[in-house]
């Protein structure tokens, strides 16, 4: 995947990202935004808290409908009170922490973008240069928000992933016990069984996925394109419209609108298939990681080695370390359109650092000066 997603070397792209997008967290407010990432860093910690807490509280909960508890039920009903406001604030704090460092990443990068274009001439310069940066303010406006949203949408949803399956992976080695595996007239002791079997099974998952959607990728670069296209085209209009208006163009002028909107549509077919087949594959998936784990853990329950509360436990770490293992299938579309958007924004970046700066024009001097309504001829 990292080969589809990144042609060449993923370090590669990752050093220019961060050549393009690096400085905001080392610029002048560098400590107010390391702060903004430490809150976010921990805010996402105590969001993990929340399924592993709820994990624990499903356990007590069935184990005590089993044994018909009645009197347990008033005391789990306030814990999941508890949860649910604690889990609230969590959220709206998050949320809150995420957006300020989203729009201030993007407005540092705007900054230095226009400043880089609108200067020296380059807004001149630019369309004549060879490469991929047309339709620059579309890049600005729609790209660079793409780029610094999704970048840290995805670091935040990788970093949830990696602590929720920490934390689930030590619940469900807990949850398997050791069992004992036969192998003709040797039986070997095999710790830890629910955790391979997650593993293994989000393994597969990937593996088929990424086979699944390897169009996507390509559909949504070029959907991109078309669109930036089309966008291009509707500017062209708006800022030619008197000449247009004056030739009579308005019939040519529609004509080629016709044809970029007919691209879009083109990469938006494209795009549908593609994400059809991916849809496809993870409505299956998702039904499938909520039974097998059930049917796994069935025969010890039936056999009476655990509890229900323990197979209902087992069952839901199961689900949350297959779902923090599937982040690539999930991701999958968002990485692609990240990813597409960034070559766009170093495409803009590469072709304005290439334009030498035109001299500075010196404002023309009359030949005459104008004092106190007499006139002077300049000496």
């Not at 999704?150 to 080695?173: K, N, P, Q, R």
């Not at 056999?303 to 949350?320: P, R, S, Y």
């Amino acid at each position: 995947m990292v080969k589809r997603l990144f042609p060449g070397t993923a370090s590669g792209f990752v050093r220019r990202f961060a050549g393009l997008a690096g400085g905001y967290w080392m610029g002048r407010d560098r400590w107010t935004v390391r702060l903004l990432a430490a809150a976010l860093l921990a805010l996402t910690v105590a969001q993990v808290s929340v399924p592993v807490m709820m994990n624990l509280w499903s356990q007590r909960l069935f184990d005590a409908l089993e044994q018909r508890a009645m009197d347990r039920l008033p005391v789990m009903a306030a814990a999941a009170g508890g949860i649910l406001l604690f889990n609230m604030a969590i959220t709206v704090t998050h949320l809150w922490v995420k957006r300020r460092l989203q729009f201030g990443w993007r407005a540092w990068l705007t900054r230095r973008l226009v400043g880089a274009w609108v200067s020296d001439g380059r807004e001149i310069a630019l369309p004549s240069r060879p490469g991929d940066h047309d339709n620059p303010d579309g890049r600005i406006a729609e790209d660079v928000r793409v780029v610094t949203e999704l970048a840290i949408d995805l670091g935040h949803s990788l970093t949830y992933c990696l602590l929720l399956l920490v934390s689930f992976a030590g619940i469900l080695w807990q949850l398997s016990g050791v069992v004992q595996v036969a192998f003709g007239d040797v039986s070997l002791p095999v710790p830890g069984h629910l955790l391979i079997l997650a593993l293994a099974f989000a393994a597969t998952g990937t593996t088929a996925a990424i086979a699944v959607a390897r169009p996507l990728v390509r559909a949504a670069e070029r959907r991109q394109g078309l669109e930036a296209d089309f966008r291009f085209g509707l500017a062209r209009v708006r800022e030619n419209a008197s000449i247009i208006a004056r030739q009579q163009g308005e019939a040519v002028e529609r004509g080629r609108i016709a044809l970029l909107f007919g691209g879009v549509r083109r990469g938006w077919d494209r795009q549908t298939g593609a994400l059809m087949r991916v849809m496809a594959f993870g409505a299956s998936y998702s039904v499938l990681s909520a039974v097998f784990p059930i049917l796994v853990v069935a025969p010890r329950y039936v056999a009476g080695a655990i509890t229900l509360g323990m197979m209902m436990q087992t069952a839901q770490a199961f689900q949350q370390a297959v779902a923090a293992l599937s982040w690539p299938i999930d991701n999958l579309a968002t990485v692609a359109q990240w990813k597409a958007s960034v070559e766009r924004v170093l495409g803009l970046k590469d072709a304005l650092d290439g334009i030498t700066p035109l001299p500075p024009v010196k404002a023309n001097t009359p030949d005459f000066l104008s004092d106190g309504g007499n006139t002077v001829r300049k000496r």
